[in-house]
């Protein structure tokens, strides 16, 4: 199995940076891509950015510009800096990944258990 455990989430006025890490630990034989998604109340979850094992990145268009996804794989660590917030990025950030926990076995989708963001106006 792979835990995810979230952190770096708050309470922060429009215009403000947060940082959140995700750390990933358990049985892991290989990561795959790494990625950041939310969900705002009432809204389906979304994609925020990802980051493949190879650094190769995409954002969601919403984000470009103002996030930056990074990974550190010798710590199973991603990050997302976020910067210039807005009100609208309000949302349940989720951690996820696919990966292996032995060479043989297939990859699967892991899910952390969110951290919360509220942007204030």
């Known amino acids: 199995q792979v835990q995810l455990v979230e952190s770096g989430g708050g309470l922060v006025q429009a215009g403000g940076s947060l940082r959140l890490s995700c750390a990933a630990s358990?049985?892991?034989?290989?990561?795959?891509?790494m990625g950041w998604y939310r969900q705002a109340p009432g809204k389906q979850r979304e994609l925020v950015a990802r980051?493949?094992?190879?650094?190769?990145?995409n954002y969601a268009d919403s984000v470009k510009g103002r996030f930056t996804i990074s990974r550190d794989n010798a710590k199973n660590t991603v990050y997302l800096q976020l910067n210039s917030l807005k009100p609208e990025d309000t949302a349940v950030y989720y951690c996820?990944?696919?990966?292996?926990?032995?060479?043989?076995?297939?990859?699967?989708?892991?899910w952390g258990q969110g951290t919360q963001v509220a942007v204030s106006s």
């Open positions: 980051i493949a094992s190879n650094g190769i990145t």
């Open positions: 996820n990944t696919e990966a292996k926990t032995t060479n043989g076995s297939p990859w699967r989708n892991y």
């Open positions: 358990g049985s892991i034989f290989s990561m795959n891509t």
